[in-house]
């Protein structure tokens, strides 16, 4: 989903109309060229729709992908995750997004080395989520781990145990 509204925006704004597309063969490093003109461009894009695309999971606990799967964020004893907690994951989860976009604004080359490092070491964590504790890195951070929404104690079930 996150990839086809990110092909949708990057058409309708005209930043691929820059790229010389039937040179990809005979003048690969015009490509290589025009590629880099507009990196900065793409990467405000892409860390623009991934901040947005995203945000629900402070707010709802979900994606719109976990919507889907009928799967929601809490905490990691399948309470109702709390509003810090969502924060911190996301903050987690996504950081490479907030880096990529400082580095496409300042164009320093270190700090878009440090979002590329950031996104594998978080690519690297969602594996974790095949361990017993079902906790990808995001989600040791946070204390929180990913449940089916029939799985998590509600509020209400919390206060008649109390």
């Keep these: 989903i996150f990839l086809i509204i990110y092909m949708v925006v990057i058409m309708a704004s005209g930043v691929m109309s820059e790229i010389d597309f039937s040179s990809v063969m005979s003048n690969p490093m015009g490509f290589a060229e025009d590629m880099e003109a507009i990196a900065p461009t793409l990467g405000i894009i892409t860390s623009i729709i991934g901040i947005l695309y995203f945000l629900p999971e ?41 880096f990529t976009f400082i580095s496409s604004i300042v164009l320093i080359g270190i700090i878009d080395t440090i979002a590329s490092f950031y996104g594998i070491v978080i690519l690297i964590g969602f594996f974790f989520v095949l361990a017993a504790n079902k906790m990808a890195f995001h989600d040791m951070g946070a204390n929180t781990a990913v449940f089916f929404k029939d799985e998590i104690i509600s509020n209400q079930d919390i206060q008649t145990q109390n």
Excluded: C, E, W
């Design 58 to 98: 402070i707010f709802l606990g979900q994606s719109v992908g976990k919507m889907m799967l009928a799967i929601k964020i809490a905490d990691k004893d399948r309470k109702p995750a709390t509003m810090n907690q969502l924060v911190i994951r996301y903050a987690i989860k996504h950081g490479d997004y907030f």
